[in-house]
């Protein structure tokens, strides 16, 4: 039966786009975002959002590079990355 078919293919669709939006609506949650739309495009819509708070979060700031600062912080992380 063609139409059963058509109509449980409907609902799965509008529960996948449901669940998209509702991850997407708790990822920017802490940014205050709102998704407009699902998918590739929200997941874009979402990163330049994120992108953006962290830009506004991070405007401005200077950290130095003083003798509190160990180097060997940054020679140990560098070590454990992969080639």
Do not use: C, H, W
Not at 5 to 31: C, H, S, T
Not at 50 to 61: E, K, L, P, Q, R
């Amino acid at each position: 039966m063609p139409l059963v078919g058509d109509m449980v293919n409907a609902r799965r669709l509008e529960g996948m786009q449901q669940f998209n939006r509702a991850a997407m609506e708790d990822a920017g949650a802490p940014i205050g975002f709102a998704p407009q739309q699902v998918g590739k495009e929200g997941v874009s819509e979402l990163q330049g959002a994120i992108s953006g708070a962290y830009d506004n979060a991070t405007a401005g700031v200077n950290v130095p590079l003083d003798e509190t600062f160990d180097p060997n912080i940054i020679r140990n992380a560098g070590s454990r990355l992969p080639p």
